[in-house]
């Protein structure tokens, strides 16, 4: 079906994304362009109007997309009626040659995005599924969009995209009021407002496809590949492939200027879009783990625009880095000592930074009791009938790994396997004028697998009160040990980080327990308490972790004293927001604990209630190392 | 859109420890295969991929799914056993060739199945083989290793550990050898590898993206050159290729002359006790690379250089490691040792 869509040109604004896009279009070997930014900031029509720049074939990708579709299947017609195995090219194998968009990027399961990713990269892949044997040869531009506050990609994932952008939401009242009367001039009449805009779209198409044919002369000296190289460097970035890009990005810009070489400003505009999601803070010089660092996140440079355009002569200050803490200033002094020692780790500000965040190190001598496990019988009953078993059922998602016959009726049918066990017979059987005769008991149906276990999802208090006295270690110890069984489970781990004003997803979902705990090593503690925040923003990743596959299992860990202390609107009391968060919670039904990391004389048990309204178990985090069982549950109703 | 020719091995600049542990793979196919880690974007893939243009021939029992070696009766196929304990088998030289698992593979084409048209065609139950068929006596490459599925993991694992592919479904019984060098690539980042598999592998390297300015520019330029025309590139780097293909061959021939003393063995056994590496396995990787090494240096009797170099290619990922712990090989004990 081919849309009728808002025309390309008549998007107000977003200058950038639409120069991000030209560049995308003019030379695929950019790698792609990701979008990120609000909802209803236009940039979807944006993407979606990019397809009348183009004469190539446009794909999009649902975030609802099988594997079989994705990578195509077995052609069930041609199997049925000429008997032979023939190939139903997938969405990857369509997109050859053209443009594969992806409007919700992280909503889409992981191993699917990073599957469309990599096979760009490597032009082709091996398709080895469904007694289909096959190299296919295919080459896209990925065009992708993203809004942030329903979670992150994956770093891995990030910067496979050769280009980033990010918008931000027009605040201007006269560009608002433009827009606003072009879109119901749409709304009313789209075959006409298209019509008015025709001749600018036309001209843009234009000067993409005089790029496109110029490209392949455009050339880049040593000097700019040195040049580009001085960039990477600058921003240390992972691998080389963002040279590549950053030159090829390059290599458009000439091209639309009608150049045929680059020159150092065509570097420097392309830096804007190509190292700002993959900057990565410089490890200590001795150390050449390049783990311990991370690229931002697409959120982070969403508050922090991207470093404007280098002015050639100092360019030495372009990557200068955010003022994140830096590894060596974290504190690995073993706790143990006379208590002296703690009071100054209490009174002793970060000198690297402004705002006297600090950050503690692990406390490895937590002890904790190896077993976990046991789920209460009445949490067991109540998630009995909720949400969770009801969707299980007959859920297609995960990848197919083999067949079996079928236990009740299935839609799900691995048609190979069904094929295949009907093959036998077929000498023998009446066919009705089809090349095979299937009957029901050669269906087979799909056993999918999931990918890993549990989810565990912790929510962590990080503002200043925690990082009095002792507790941020201990908490970070507790998260260890629970880390530690994950990794030893397979399980996946995410964290979120509120304090100060805000609540950031300081990890996305991950299966690198190892990344995990690094990430939790740096961790900066600090400012105020917004815990309804911290609270809504796990909503959000529940959310996305619902919707990306709505059988799985997270485990929620709130480690918290419950004292909120920043309200979600000014004036709003903090404490009680937080509790109705907390029972937005509970209304999930899902397996969740609170660490309250409370101490000292003076008690106030919010923590406590907090737990209460969430419907989550609650311990208190110095008795957990004498605590004979912690209870999480895991599996809940396997 | 046609794919271009491979990235030429020989072409790729640095990462010296990843070339030296892949080639070290093809001189020694019993070696027991090499995990590279690192970052994206670092010619991982390219690499293994690239080393397909170098893989020597070897002599295979012709018309043979498996390839068997007419010289090794012990791996034959029941086919082969069938046909030719009897007779001499015909030969043909093949090359050796690198097999690529997708990490989106299913179970039926990994391990072979139902061949569908016989069955239709003849109503005959015969078994069509898999990518485990296809990698006997090659390479397997996975790449993305860390994120395959565990169930096709298990598979490998079987296979890798038995040499055999034992298939067990549809209506069909059957086995078949399945002796290959495993070769995964992984970037750590984006979750962990299976202790068990990691187990699997002789070697382990680590590679990263190129710091040094000048070295670096011409990893691009190289790079771009190649994109912008790949067969001008590729005959560029023929004399080189051809060198190095000539280097494997003579190693090859080189190293069953190869021999260890008693005291490179016992060298190698401290080394292990020394580092509280789990097994035997070290021991004898240790001295199985170590003798590879002396082949590809052009010497019959393993030196303690080569001790010491296989100790960093073959120990790293053996290392008993506690989870976040970093794995750090106290490389004081190892030249100690070595050099006591």
């Known amino acids: 079906m081919k849309r009728q869509g808002f025309p390309f040109a008549a998007v107000l604004g977003m200058e950038k994304a639409k120069e991000a896009m030209t560049l995308a279009l003019v030379n695929p070997r950019a790698g792609g362009l990701l979008i990120s930014g609000a909802k209803g900031t236009g940039k979807s029509t944006l993407a979606r109007g990019a397809r009348e720049l183009t004469e190539a074939p446009w794909t999009e990708v649902p975030v609802s997309v099988t594997e079989d579709r994705l990578y195509g ?31 919700d990027a992280n909503l889409l399961r992981d191993d699917i995005l990073a599957a469309i990713l990599t096979i760009r990269e490597a032009g082709g892949y091996r398709l080895e599924r469904d007694g289909l044997s096959d190299w296919r040869d295919t080459a896209y531009t990925v065009l992708a969009v993203m809004t942030p506050e329903s979670g992150t990609l994956p770093a891995s994932a990030l910067d496979r995209f050769g280009l980033f952008v990010s918008v931000d939401e027009e605040t201007d009242e006269a560009a608002l009021a433009e827009i606003v009367s072009r879109t119901l001039e749409f709304e009313k009449d789209g075959a006409a407002f298209r019509e008015t805009w025709t001749k600018e779209t036309g001209g843009l198409a234009k ?11 455009v050339e880049v000296s040593d000097a700019m590949i040195r040049l580009s190289s001085v960039y990477t460097l600058k921003a240390n970035t992972a691998g080389h492939r963002a040279d590549i890009y950053l030159i090829e990005a390059a290599r458009a810009e000439a091209a639309l200027a009608g150049r045929r070489y680059v020159l150092p400003k065509d570097l420097e505009r392309a830096a804007e879009f190509v190292l700002p999601h993959r900057m990565r803070e410089l490890p200590p010089a001795e150390q050449p783990e390049p783990t311990q660092s991370e690229p931002q996140q697409p959120q982070d440079s969403r508050q922090q625009p991207p470093p404007p355009p280098p002015e050639p002569e100092n360019r030495d200050e372009l990557f200068s880095q955010p003022d994140a803490p830096k590894p060596e200033e974290t504190d690995t002094e073993a706790h143990e000592g006379n208590p002296e020692d703690h009071r100054d780790d209490e009174t002793m500000a970060n000198p690297n930074t402004q705002s006297g965040d600090r950050i503690d190190a692990a406390d490895m001598h937590v002890k904790l009791p190896p077993v976990w496990i046991e789920p209460t019988k009445g949490r067991q009953k109540k998630s009995g009938s ?18 079996e016959l079928p236990r009740t009726k299935t839609a799900d049918i691995a048609f190979d396997a069904t094929l295949r066990a009907a093959a036998p017979y077929q000498k023998w059987r009446e066919k009705n004028g089809l090349a095979l005769a299937i009957r029901s008991e050669d269906i087979r149906s799909k056993v999918r697998e999931k990918r890993t276990g549990n989810i565990f999802l912790f929510a962590v208090d990080a503002s200043g009160s925690m990082g009095a006295r002792e507790r941020m270690k201990t908490v970070k110890g507790v998260i260890l040990k629970i ?44 400012g105020k308490t917004p815990l309804a925040k911290g609270l809504e923003k796990t909503e959000d990743v529940l959310d996305m972790i619902y919707r990306q596959d709505p059988t799985q299992d997270p485990v929620l860990i709130v480690i918290t004293d419950g004292r909120a202390t920043t309200p979600l609107v000014p004036g709003g009391d903090a404490t009680v927001e937080a509790m109705n968060e907390a029972e937005r919670i509970a209304k999930r039904k899902l397996p969740a604990a609170v660490i309250d990391t409370e101490t000292g004389f003076v008690k106030l048990g919010l923590a406590k209630k907090l737990a209460q309204k969430m419907d989550a178990s609650y311990f208190r985090v110095d008795k957990l190392s004498e605590d004979s069982l912690l209870r999480v549950w895991r599996k809940m109703s396997r | 859109m046609k794919r271009q020719g491979t990235f030429p091995f020989t072409a790729i600049i640095g990462q010296e420890d990843m070339k030296k542990a892949l080639v070290l793979n093809v001189v020694n196919p019993r070696l027991g295969g090499v995990l590279i880690q690192g970052e994206k974007g670092t010619a991982k893939s390219t690499a293994v991929r690239a080393l397909a243009d170098l893989l020597p021939p070897r002599q295979c029992i012709a018309g043979c799914r498996f390839h068997d070696d007419p010289a090794d009766k012990s791996s034959w196929c029941d086919e082969c056993h069938e046909k030719y304990d009897n007779a001499e088998p015909p030969v043909e030289e093949l090359p050796m060739k690198v097999v690529e698992l997708p990490v989106s593979a299913t179970e039926d084409r990994v391990v072979g199945t139902l061949d569908i048209e016989a069955a239709i065609k003849e109503g005959k139950r ?90 670096r520019a011409e990893v691009i330029k ?26 494997i061959q003579r190693a090859m021939k080189l190293l069953p002359q190869v021999t260890a003393s008693n005291e490179i063995l016992r060298t190698a056994a401290q080394i292990s006790i020394a580092l509280e590496v789990d097994g035997h396995r070290a021991d004898i990787t240790l001295i199985k690379t170590a003798e590879t090494l002396a082949a590809v240096d052009g010497h019959t009797e393993v030196t303690k250089d080569d001790l010491k170099t296989a100790a960093k290619l073959a120990l790293p990922h053996r290392m008993r490691r506690r989870p976040f712990e970093e794995q750090k090989l106290d490389w004081e004990t190892v030249d100690k040792v070595i050099d006591a």
């Open chain 2, 126 to 215: 015969s078994f069509e083989t898999g990518i485990l068929a296809d990698a006997n006596r090659n390479i397997l490459y996975v790449d993305e290793i860390n994120l395959l599925d565990d169930h096709v993991v298990d598979v490998l694992l079987d296979s890798a550990a038995m040499g055999i592919n034992t298939v067990e479904r549809e209506g069909i019984s059957y086995s078949h050898p399945a002796r290959f060098s495993l070769v995964g690539t992984m970037n750590p980042e984006e979750g962990d590898i299976r202790p068990q598999l990691l187990d699997r592998f002789a070697l382990s390297v680590y590679v990263a993206g190129e710091k040094d300015l000048d070295r």
């Open chain 1, 207 to 217: 000067r993409i496809a005089e790029a496109r044919a110029i490209l392949p002369e």
């Open chain 1, 483 to 526: 880390l530690l069984e994950a990794y030893q489970k397979r399980d996946r781990v995410g964290m979120i980080a509120f304090r100060k004003n805000q609540a950031e997803v300081l990890l996305p979902v991950t299966k690198s327990v190892d990344f995990a705990q690094k990430k939790l090593a740096t961790m900066p503690t600090g």
């Open chain 2, 222 to 247: 190289r790079r771009l050159a190649y994109e912008d025309d790949a067969e001008a590139f590729i005959a560029q780097w023929q004399e080189e290729q051809k060198n190095e293909v000539h280097r």
């Open chain 1, 386 to 403: 909720g949400k969770r078993s009801a969707t299980r059922t007959d859920e297609r998602q995960g990848r197919y790994v083999r067949a």
């Open chain 1, 73 to 103: 299947s077995i052609d069930a017609e041609a199997a049925v009626t000429l008997g032979k195995r023939k190939l139903q090219p997938g969405l990857i194998d369509e997109a050859d040659g053209g443009v594969l968009y992806v409007d």
